[in-house]
């Protein structure tokens, strides 16, 4: 398992210095080749793991009896890494047909070598920060994701683009001091890089750490107050959006919160108070920004920000001692991926085919583009908590572990109320956009939607399975 962890990072890494070694016209086999190596790589592993449960730390850079990076595979790490591969291949498949002059929104003449050789290296760093088990290599990856979600948003290199990825790359790096201080923290008090470490420190200590550990954190998954970047980021191409902003660097740092709670065993529960605060603080932040957009991209945006806020809800409430809640969270992140994955990507079918993303302007969908328009729904219910779509189950199993911690807390049950009332008003405002955009006769730009490429309605479909499916894939696993 140790050289299926290896492979996840590894090969999508060498894929991107070939994408750029080699001739223009094959960056595209290559990276869906490279990227669906990984995907194998992902799952050999998690089909290994569920096999026999054998978690196990194995140190790979070892200086004077330091270790700088190691891998741990458990079942949260193998989790997360088999979305970071699985989406990350379905993004370079979809890319070889959106990737085109024929996208009516933006044609491409010019720089699809670039766009593969970033996005997998981002694979790969991406890979890399889930199976760290040192936060020297968390650090380490964290801000290679960071480059890497830089030269992608900026991407177009106009000069939105170009401020949207400044504006994306100097609020995460800010953010991430937090887990500079934290790490060094760490060390001096220590002697060791080792996530595990964390543990040996005095409450007072924990503290600390986990301070700059969460700032870090709401940084690089848009939490308030650094959620600016996320919605400005919306002007890089849309498998950018679906694969950086709803699957993969978004999740960095409920990861790395889960990753860290997770190692430290008892974390004091004041972290757990400030965690679900500010979660909620979000939460109601997003949900509000929710009414002025008529972009999709950029309502999709701001329902990431209110979904990665349940997952640090629920990991905050498993510091209180809800093993459900963060099994909740550990599920949500999973799920999650898939649903807002399939939902950026229904975006960009779009966006190529009718050349607009204004929801005021696509109406129809279903009845002119039926793959899209089933893509829509799909995404819709499983993001709000549909049965039995896959947001259901991650979305009840935080709810309960909310309940079960508020009996004792009357604060995480107020908490938690919100949070269900924001569920209920996600749910209607999607259901509004369901309505008016995939039903009925088709407008104008829907009417004269080109032709979806094979590629693109391939993808679409694998997501909208996997809507259905993925919770039962994490459930095994968590059980």
Same mark, same amino acid.
């Given at each position: 398992m140790l050289w299926y962890a290896l492979g996840s990072i590894l090969v999508p890494a060498i894929?991107?210095?070939?994408?750029?070694?080699?001739?223009?016209?094959?960056?595209?086999?290559?990276?869906?080749?490279?990227?669906?190596?990984?995907?194998?790589?992902?799952l050999l592993l998690l089909v290994g793991f569920a096999a026999d449960r054998a978690s196990f730390t194995r140190d790979?850079?070892?200086?004077?009896?330091?270790?700088?990076?190691? =891998?741990?595979?458990?079942?949260?790490?193998?989790?997360? %890494?088999?979305?970071?591969?699985?989406?990350?291949?379905?993004?370079?498949?979809?890319?070889?047909?959106?990737?085109?002059?024929?996208?009516r929104e933006?044609?491409?003449?010019e720089g699809v070598p670039r766009f593969y050789a970033f996005m997998l290296l981002f694979i790969g760093s991406m890979a890399g920060v889930v199976f760290s088990s040192t936060l020297l290599g968390l650090l380490f990856f964290f801000e290679m994701?960071?480059?890497?979600?830089?030269?992608?948003?900026?991407?177009?290199?106009?000069?939105?683009?170009?401020?949207?990825?400044?504006?994306?790359?100097?609020?995460?790096?800010?953010?991430?001091?937090?887990?500079?201080?934290?790490?060094?923290?760490?060390?001096? %008090?220590?002697?060791?890089?080792?996530? %595990?470490?964390?543990?040996?420190?005095?409450?007072?200590?924990?503290?600390?750490?986990?301070?700059?550990?969460?700032?870090?954190?709401?940084?690089?998954?848009?939490?308030?107050?650094?959620?600016s970047?996320?919605?400005?980021?919306?002007?890089?191409?849309?498998?950018?959006?679906?694969?950086?902003?709803?699957?993969?660097?978004?999740?960095?740092?409920?990861?790395?919160?889960?990753?860290? =709670?997770?190692?430290?065993?008892?974390?004091?529960?004041?972290?757990?108070?400030i965690g679900a605060i500010m979660a909620v603080v979000t939460m109601i932040y997003g949900f509000i920004m929710?009414?002025?957009?008529?972009?999709?991209?950029?309502?999709?945006?701001?329902?990431?920000i209110t979904q990665l806020s349940y997952i640090f809800l629920a990991i905050s409430i498993s510091i209180y001692g809800s093993k459900m809640a963060f099994n909740g969270a550990v599920a949500h992140i999973f799920n999650h991926a898939f649903a807002k994955g399939l939902f950026f990507l229904v975006a960009g079918a779009l966006a190529y085919t009718t050349g607009t993303r204004l929801l005021p302007m696509l109406k129809g969908i279903l009845n002119k583009i039926p793959?899209?328009?089933?893509?829509?729904?799909?995404?819709?219910?499983?993001?709000?908590?549909?049965?039995?779509? %896959?947001g259901f189950f991650s979305k009840f199993m935080i709810f309960v572990g909310g309940f079960e911690i508020g009996k004792l807390y009357p604060l995480i049950l107020v908490l938690i109320i919100v949070t269900i009332l924001e569920s209920v008003g996600s749910f209607i405002w999607f259901l509004k956009w369901l309505g008016a955009s995939v039903l009925g006769a088709p407008s104008e730009p829907v009417a004269g939607a080109s032709q979806v490429p094979f590629a693109i309605s391939l993808v679409l479909a694998i997501l909208m399975v996997m809507t259905l499916i993925s919770q039962y894939i994490v459930l095994t696993l968590l059980s």
């Open positions: 894929g991107s210095l070939l994408v750029l070694l080699l001739p223009e016209r094959h960056a595209k086999k290559v990276g869906q080749l490279f990227s669906f190596l990984a995907f194998v790589c992902g790979l850079v070892t200086i004077g009896g330091i270790s700088f990076y190691g =891998v741990t595979i458990d079942a949260l790490s193998v989790l997360v %890494n088999f979305i970071v591969v699985f989406i990350g291949w379905l993004i370079c498949t979809y890319s070889a047909g959106y990737m085109s002059p024929e996208n933006h044609p491409i003449k994701t960071g480059l890497c979600s830089w030269g992608l948003i900026g991407f177009y290199g106009d000069q939105k683009s170009r401020k949207s990825a400044l504006l994306a790359i100097v609020l995460t790096h800010a953010a991430a001091l937090g887990l500079y201080v934290a790490t060094a923290y760490v060390f001096v %008090n220590t002697g060791s890089f080792s996530v %595990n470490a964390l543990n040996e420190l005095t409450d007072t200590g924990k503290i600390i750490a986990f301070i700059g550990i969460l700032i870090a954190c709401w940084g690089k998954s848009a939490q308030f107050p650094f959620q970047w996320l919605p400005e980021a919306m002007v890089a191409p849309t498998p950018v959006s679906a694969y950086l902003h709803a699957a993969s660097m978004v999740k960095v740092g409920v990861y790395i919160f889960a990753r860290t =709670v997770l190692a430290t065993g008892a974390v004091p529960q004041v972290i757990g108070l929710y009414f002025p957009q008529e972009d999709m991209k950029r309502l999709l945006a701001y329902s990431t793959v899209v328009g089933l893509g829509f729904i799909a995404a819709a219910v499983a993001i709000t908590g549909v049965p039995p779509f %896959n």
